[in-house]
């Protein structure tokens, strides 16, 4: 399910953003597709699913990353390969973000038993941090809030993530109280 659209621009930041936002768009819509299944269970698949496609993809973008030195901020590359790299690893991270996010105790249940995972994801989150470019506004924020759901950073005093059943039942009770 994770694509790259990023791989198609060209190095003018501004072509870099709009075809970024477009893509967030579109995952952000069949995220809220998914979330509105009835059925548990095929939320859940769905869910595995595009979250082990997310890692697979992250550990081989990665992998040219670190391979080829390439740092956020460097002149955006000629190389295809690369490009197609830092793409992968711009959309999924902040896919995953809104998965997490929007379903977060599923998410919970997969990506907590996958100490791998957080290494990947704690990686990725701060190439994109460092992507200045690319990372700002609603997508900066993204990444904070993901950080703090899956718990890289510690999280604010005032943070809730309404779509937690964890977050809304603790929730309950203190106004019950």
């Given at each position: 399910m994770p694509l790259t659209y990023l791989y198609y621009c060209r190095t003018n930041g501004l072509a870099d953003r709009k075809l970024f936002a477009?893509?967030?768009?579109?995952?952000?819509?069949?995220?809220?597709a998914i979330s509105k299944f009835k059925a548990y269970t095929k939320q859940y698949k769905m869910a595995e699913a595009m979250i082990q496609k997310i890692f697979e993809v992250l550990f081989e973008?990665?992998?040219?990353?670190?391979?080829?030195?390439?740092?956020?901020?460097?002149?955006?590359?000629?190389?295809?390969?690369?490009?197609?790299a830092i793409s992968k690893?711009?959309?999924?991270?902040?896919?995953?973000?809104?998965?997490?996010?929007r379903l977060p105790d599923i998410t919970h249940?997969?990506?907590?038993?996958?100490?791998?995972?957080?290494?990947?994801?704690?990686?990725?989150?701060?190439?994109?941090n460092d992507s200045v470019s690319i990372f700002h506004g609603p997508?900066?924020?993204?990444?904070?809030?993901?950080?703090?759901?899956?718990?890289?950073i510690p999280r604010d005093a005032?943070?809730?993530?309404?779509?937690?059943?964890?977050?809304?039942?603790?929730?309950?009770?203190?106004?019950s109280s």
């Amino acid at each position: 399910m994770p694509l790259t659209y990023l791989y198609y621009c060209r190095t003018n930041g501004l072509a870099d953003r709009k075809l970024f936002a477009l893509r967030r768009r579109q995952q952000t819509d069949a995220l809220i597709a998914i979330s509105k299944f009835k059925a548990y269970t095929k939320q859940y698949k769905m869910a595995e699913a595009m979250i082990q496609k997310i890692f697979e993809v992250l550990f081989e973008s990665k992998a040219v990353i670190i391979d080829t030195g390439y740092i956020p901020e460097m002149a955006f590359p000629k190389d295809e390969k690369i490009r197609d790299a830092i793409s992968k690893i711009y959309e999924n991270t902040a896919f995953f973000g809104e998965i997490a996010l929007r379903l977060p105790d599923i998410t919970h249940k997969i990506y907590d038993r996958k100490t791998e995972w957080r290494y990947a994801i704690h990686w990725s989150v701060g190439f994109c941090n460092d992507s200045v470019s690319i990372f700002h506004g609603p997508h900066k924020k993204l990444l904070n809030l993901m950080s703090q759901e899956l718990k890289l950073i510690p999280r604010d005093a005032n943070y809730v993530n309404p779509y937690s059943k964890k977050e809304n039942d603790r929730e309950k009770m203190v106004i019950s109280s």
